[in-house]
Structure formats: structure tokens, C-alpha cells
């Protein structure tokens, strides 16, 4: 974020501002929220495209499409030009079966990409996001020499990724968030949130269930049915309904699976960007 909030500092020929970077990660962890956190820290205006964006079923509008974008993100720099499943849209180029507008496409966002280097005073920043950064074409690996593994989080992580999900819900003093994190080893923030919910979903059933009973009782007995119940009635939150959660929501990804051994290999091999310490990236940096 520094080049695009102090350019003053970034002028030399060997600090030139990064051109690009690339968060690769396993599905789930918060690349997408980390794009829009670094285009709002830095101040910068935030631009997703994706392969609709730029493809036309006309010859050559694809590339005026993209001439276009490039032109728009210089008048308006500093920009972030967020690309979404970027394997998506710029996978390698070696494939029999692409078909040569989606080819000329490739080239022609290279190229334009190319040509920012050139303009001292315009700000653009690519950044791309994908699950699967084995699939990109070596020309894009090139251009992006910041490359991040946004990894599946850890305990810590794991605590105050729930914390930060149930900050507004009510909650009973038996919830212990820290024995939560150590049950869902391997879970991505998508899949602590949706466990989030199905707790949250438990003490509505429970209503759902009494009241269901009562008008049944009450139709029995031919009294008047009673009335439903309203969110003050809902209870909070307790330790048993985020262990009921627990049962119910499985991790989407294994950390143990084919594919993660395979990202990690990847990062091993590319990943990095300039500093030989591997950090974990996560939703708290």
C-alpha cells in the first residue's frame, strides 16, 4: 500500500512501485476481503474485473475493452485493478483447445499491463486472487514478483475471526471461543462464519419447535392459538449450540487433501515475493 500512499518515496529506478501481486490461497480464507482492505487502506480507487467484463462475442472488442480499463485506471490512479479468479481469465497460453480471441485478449492485457511501467506518474496497482495459481501462464507469474499465500488460519486466527463474526450477537458467558478454535482445525473464515450461522439458526428452531407444539395443544383443547413468538425471546448464544455447530459444519477444505500439498509445493517453488520468510497471511495481519 506504501507506493500508492507515498509516491514521493518510490521515485528511485530500483523502488519503482510493484506492478503487481497475486493472493493465492486455498477457497474461503479472505483474499477477496484483503483486495478491498488494501485499496481502502491505500486510499486508492477500486476496480473488479472478471472475464465478462472484458470479452465481447465481436472481433477486436475485447481488446478495446481492455485498452479501455487501462486508460480508465491511469486518468483516475492511484487505482487497484482487482481481478478475481485470475486463472480464470489469464491461464497459460498452451492449450490446444484456446481458441485465438481468447489468446489475441491475453496479449493484449500484457501488454497494456507492460506499458504502466513506462508512465512515472500514474499509480496502478494489479491485484489478483485465485485458488489455483499453478493453472496461470508463466507471462502473468512474471509480472507479478509479489506472491502471497493467504494460508487456511491458525488457532489465534481461528478465535478472532469468531470473535469479529459474532461481535453483535448475544452470547452466554459459557461460550469459550479459544476451546472452539482448537475443534475446527483446517477451517477456512467462510466455514468458521457459516458455523457462526448454524449456531445461530439453533435457539430460533428451538422456538419454531415450542410454538409449533403449543398451537397443536391449543387446537386439541379448541383454545385460541397463541401468539408467535418476536426476537426479544430469542436466548443467546451458549457453548452447546456452537458445539451442535461443530458436528453439523465440516471444514470445506483438508488441509491433509491432494490440492493443499500441491499450493503449498507452489508456494514453496514461486511464492514469496522478495523475502525468504514465509509469513502466514490471514484476515489479521
Not at 492485457?109 to 508463466?138: H, Q, S, Y
Not at 458436528?247 to 523475502?275: C, K, T
Request: a positive charge; glycine letters at 6%; one cysteine or more.
Amino acid at each position: 500500500m506504501l507506493p500508492l500512499r507515498r509516491p514521493e518515496l518510490f521515485k528511485g529506478h530500483l523502488t519503482k512501485p510493484c506492478k503487481g501481486v497475486l493472493l493465492f490461497g486455498p477457497p474461503g480464507t479472505g483474499k477477496t476481503m484483503l483486495a478491498k482492505a488494501v485499496a481502502t487502506e491505500a486510499g486508492a480507487n477500486f476496480i473488479n474485473i472478471s472475464m465478462s467484463t472484458v470479452s465481447s462475442m465481436w472481433f477486436g472488442e475485447s481488446e478495446k475493452y481492455i485498452r479501455a480499463l487501462f486508460s480508465v485506471a491511469s486518468k483516475i490512479s492511484p487505482t487497484v485493478i482487482f481481478i478475481d479468479e485470475v486463472d480464470s481469465m489469464l491461464s497459460q497460453r498452451n492449450s490446444e483447445e484456446e481458441s485465438s480471441v481468447l489468446r489475441r485478449m491475453k496479449n493484449e492485457f500484457m501488454v497494456n499491463w507492460d506499458g504502466l511501467r513506462t508512465k512515472e506518474n500514474e499509480r496502478v496497482l494489479i491485484l489478483a486472487a485465485t485458488n489455483r495459481p499453478f493453472d496461470l501462464d508463466e507471462a502473468v507469474i512474471r509480472r507479478m514478483p509479489r506472491r502471497l499465500l493467504v494460508n487456511l488460519p491458525d488457532a489465534p486466527n481461528r478465535t478472532k475471526i469468531m470473535k469479529a463474526i459474532l461481535r453483535k450477537e448475544k452470547m452466554a458467558q459459557d461460550v469459550d471461543l479459544d476451546a472452539i478454535a482448537k475443534m475446527t482445525q483446517g477451517y477456512s473464515g467462510c466455514d468458521l462464519k457459516d458455523l457462526c450461522v448454524a449456531a445461530a439458526y439453533r435457539p430460533i428452531q428451538e422456538i419454531l419447535e415450542k410454538e409449533k407444539q403449543e398451537k397443536a395443544l391449543a387446537i386439541a383443547e379448541r383454545r385460541p392459538l397463541p401468539l408467535v413468538s418476536g426476537s426479544i425471546e430469542i436466548r443467546p448464544l451458549n457453548m452447546s449450540d456452537m458445539e451442535h455447530a461443530c458436528q453439523q459444519v465440516r471444514a470445506s477444505v483438508s488441509p491433509d487433501s491432494a490440492y493443499m500439498q500441491r499450493l503449498l509445493q507452489w508456494e514453496e517453488q514461486y511464492g514469496g515475493g522478495g523475502s525468504r520468510k514465509k509469513e502466514r497471511i490471514s484476515y489479521f495481519i
